[in-house]
């Protein structure tokens, strides 16, 4: 059974940072697809960046691509993302996602394991 718990929301002005974390447990990230998605009130869960085994064939959601940069630490089994240029648009509840398949997925039900998420609040 995969674990995963996330860390690192808050409350930020735009153009300002915010580094998310998702620390694995049950099995090594190198060995499964993950990936972020966030939730806005009232809006469907968003996939916004997602990784295959090893880190391979990052997808990037077009309005996030080139802010922001998935990475993971293999020796803390935690995967992260590193959020620039916030805009207000990005707020919203953050979840890690994973699953064993091997290519990144982008459709939220194509993940069998979640955190709990963490809310990133971006004001203008």
């Known amino acids: 059974q995969v674990q995963l718990v996330e860390s690192g929301g808050g409350l930020v002005q735009a153009g300002g940072s915010l580094r998310l974390s998702c620390a694995a447990s049950?099995?090594?990230?190198?060995?499964?697809?993950m990936g972020w998605f966030r939730q806005a009130p009232g809006k469907e869960r968003e996939v916004v960046v997602a990784i295959g085994w090893g880190g391979t064939n990052p997808y990037y959601k077009e309005s996030v691509e080139g802010r922001f940069t998935i990475s993971r630490d293999i020796a803390k089994n935690t995967m992260y993302l590193q959020m620039n240029s916030l805009k207000p648009e990005d707020t919203a509840n953050y979840y890690c996602?994973?699953?064993?398949?091997?290519?990144?997925?982008?459709?939220?039900?194509?993940?069998?394991?979640w955190g709990q998420g963490t809310q990133v609040s971006v004001s203008s």
């Open positions: 996602a994973a699953t064993k398949r091997t290519i990144p997925r982008t459709g939220p039900y194509e993940y069998d394991y």
């Open positions: 049950g099995r090594t990230v190198s060995y499964l697809s």
